[in-house]
């Protein structure tokens, strides 16, 4: 298993440029989420899905897309990118609410 | 508005001694507190979980004490090893809701 995958691990990109972050998961897990991570101020969540077919607003989803593709992947886009999204992003999935969460390995993306 | 807060944001320990992570929370509903675990260029990844019927959990080295009373819930690590260095974070959720995370307490352990 590999669980949590995430690509790309690194991206660079100009203000303006659109881009998608995926994720893929294997544990056969309803929900999926997308977090940044900024230094202080912990994980907020972006989008999430409680199941396959049903996406929702987070803490700070503005400037972001989220698509679930079906149950294994979740993708995250960016239309327009800006400076103040240049961040590490993670994807998590669980079971159910109450289970354990599992992270990939994360996205370092920076703007210019 | 940040319902779970966590403190130290840093916290420097010897090697051997106990590191102590603080987390208050608002919400009475929550009934689910897990801590994260996250090393540097990793994901976070679960350390060990507690509901609240219980006042303790120990897994190992790690023990979550728990008080309800003062909606209050700290991760103890005891004999604390340089391998420990990483990045803690408490969280909470509610059944069918999704985890609150806390801003994080960056563990150094020193030799």
């Known amino acids: 298993n590999a669980g949590v995958t995430q690509t790309p691990k690194f991206q660079v990109l100009k203000t303006g440029q659109s881009m998608t972050l995926q994720c893929a998961q294997d544990?056969?897990?309803?929900?999926m989420y997308w977090y940044r991570q900024d230094p202080g101020m912990g994980l907020r969540l972006i989008y999430y899905?409680?199941?396959?077919?049903?996406?929702d607003k987070g803490e700070v989803p503005n400037g972001y897309n989220v698509s679930r593709l079906n149950k294994r992947e979740f993708s995250l886009r960016l239309e327009s990118a800006a400076p103040s999204q240049t961040s590490v992003y993670f994807c998590?999935?669980?079971?159910?609410?109450?289970?354990?969460?599992?992270f990939g390995p994360g996205t370092r993306l920076t703007v210019l | 508005q940040q319902q779970v807060k966590q403190s130290p944001q840093s916290l420097i320990v010897q090697k051997g001694g106990i590191s102590i992570i603080n987390c208050a929370y608002e919400?009475?509903?929550?009934?689910?507190f897990p801590w994260y675990q996250q090393f540097p260029g990793k994901g976070p990844a679960l350390l060990i979980a507690?509901?609240?019927?219980?006042s303790e959990k120990k897994e190992g080295r790690f023990t979550i004490s728990f008080n309800k009373s003062a909606k209050q819930f700290s991760l103890h690590i005891m004999d604390s090893q340089p391998g420990d260095s990483a990045t803690y974070f408490c969280?909470?959720?509610?059944?069918?809701?999704?985890?609150?995370f806390g801003t994080g307490t960056r563990l150094q352990v020193t030799l």
């Open positions: 998590a999935s669980r079971r159910t609410s109450g289970d354990p969460q599992y």
């Open positions: 544990m056969n897990h309803n929900s």
């Open positions: 899905s409680a199941s396959e077919g049903t996406t």
């Open positions: 919400n009475t509903a929550f009934d689910y």
């Open positions: 507690i509901r609240p019927d219980v």
């Open positions: 969280a909470a959720s509610m059944v069918g809701s999704k985890l609150t």
